[in-house]
């Protein structure tokens, strides 16, 4: 089997057709995050490739046996992979500046990196944020895989796109509305203008339920302190993003709302047996999960009267045996980002990156320094060189990375100039029907 994923990836679709029966033998049953063929998500078809005109020719019979499709394509790109490759794709990284620069570079071309999380610092205008996603998109097209590219847009005060965008209002707003049309409306509208600009990931929406009025992190980022209104408004937002084919990660698990510390700056501790979290933080989630979403963010929380020792983040109890085990949630697995003080302060950043990938963690966010990226990598290669990290573990991650790359049709091609006047256009339509009545 060719290489796929590459330039010519639209054209090689097809090829995927049996990409479900891939999932189910390597991922020990699809039954959320990979979605079976009884459940598809209207709004993204499946991909197909144009009908090529072969001219018809003198049939010579042939005793040499055709070419049998691979009954496991997801398994042949893996075993395609090197060892760097497969490690390159379990990180999301941030990158300096608003240019490609040649740490970026190497990022992508030495480290395969296969995601890269954009913020304010990186994004000065609309004409600047398309020379640099063509940019990273063309530097990418030498990996096997094409690249995921994300950013933090809920709406209200966490916004990373340019300033000439009309912004969609704070999660809080949009809960007290209660209206579950305008919500699918806001994460469509935000789906719309990620994908003008070349972006195909969204680290939204927010499912905290804001118990805590003290909460110095989420606030007004969460729709809400009633969990079926967080869990309805929050879904709808989550299935207006994925119909326009951009990847929504749920965060933040299993539930940063009654927090009283800032994890990007401390740890917060949170004193919630499993019994309080089933009853209110993981109600969002768990209907998330029952509605198909496909990733999800785990917290920088400690929680002792589950894990004594390590935050969720980090947390076998939480990932393996709450989060896959019991709620059954077969998606993405991500971090947050292992930069922040909550990690940074407590752990060295490799060892924690280790302990979360041996929890369950598919993907680690290291979203700031290069150095702090590349000492991610190698404490990851060294955990697998010592079989600290079974291979097995990071083949079940590329196997659900690879799907979800299919899945979206991530492509590394390069966006046009977005019309700016129709995306506002949409957002003020949506806006005065809804939220300015």
């Avoid at 033998?25 to 490739?49: D, W």
């Avoid at 009025?213 to 967080?230: K, L, M, T």
């Avoid at 990598?377 to 799907?403: C, F, G, T």
């Amino acid at each position: 089997m060719s290489v796929l994923f590459k330039k010519d990836w639209v054209k090689k679709w097809t090829r995927w057709s049996l990409v479900g029966c891939a999932c189910s033998s390597l991922l020990s049953g699809c039954t959320h995050g990979i979605r079976s063929p009884e459940q598809p998500i209207a709004a993204i078809p499946a991909p197909t490739a144009p009908q090529a005109v072969i001219p018809v020719q003198p049939q010579i019979p042939d005793k040499t046996p055709m070419p049998v499709a691979s009954p496991d394509p997801i398994q042949d790109m893996i075993q395609q992979l090197t060892l760097d490759e497969k490690l390159g794709q379990m990180i999301f990284a941030g990158i300096d500046g608003t240019d490609r620069s040649p740490q970026t570079m190497e990022l992508l071309e030495a480290y395969h990196v296969g995601g890269l999380i954009l913020y304010k610092p990186n994004i000065e205008n609309s004409k600047q944020l398309i020379k640099l996603v063509n940019a990273l998109k063309q530097t990418n097209r030498g990996n096997k895989l094409p690249l995921w590219l994300g950013v933090d847009e809920e709406g209200g005060k966490v916004t990373r796109l340019p300033g000439d965008i009309v912004k969609m209002p704070p999660s809080k707003e949009v809960g007290k509305t209660n209206q579950k049309e305008f919500a699918y409306g806001v994460g469509n509208v935000l789906g719309q203008e990620l994908s003008a600009y070349g972006l195909n990931v969204d680290f939204a929406p927010v499912l905290d339920i804001n118990s805590n009025p003290n909460n110095p992190v989420i606030g007004d980022r969460a729709f809400g302190p009633v969990a079926s209104i967080v869990g309805t408004m929050g879904i709808q937002v989550m299935k207006g993003l994925q119909a326009q084919q951009v990847l929504p990660v749920v965060k933040h698990f299993p539930g940063h709302g009654d927090t009283s510390v800032d994890s990007h700056v401390g740890l917060p501790v949170v004193q919630h047996d499993l019994a309080r979290l089933r009853k209110l933080e993981l109600l969002p989630f768990a209907e998330a999960f029952s509605q198909q979403a496909d990733a999800v963010m785990v917290a920088h929380i400690l929680l002792p009267k589950v894990d004594e020792q390590y935050p969720a983040s980090m947390s076998k109890k939480i990932i393996t045996d709450l989060l896959r085990k019991e709620m059954g949630f077969d998606g993405l697995v991500m971090t947050d980002d292992m930069t922040m003080g909550a990690i940074a302060t407590n752990y060295e950043l490799g060892e924690a990156a280790v302990l979360s990938v041996l929890a369950g963690s598919n993907v680690v966010m290291v979203a700031h320094d290069y150095d702090k990226v590349v000492s991610v990598i190698e404490a990851l290669r060294n955990a697998v060189k010592e079989n600290r990290i079974r291979i097995e573990m990071i083949d079940q991650s590329l196997a659900r990375i690879i799907h979800l790359k299919y899945k979206y049709q991530v492509q590394d091609l390069s966006p046009t100039t977005p019309d700016i006047q129709q995306l506002n256009a949409a957002a003020n339509q949506l806006l005065d029907e809804y939220f300015h009545k």
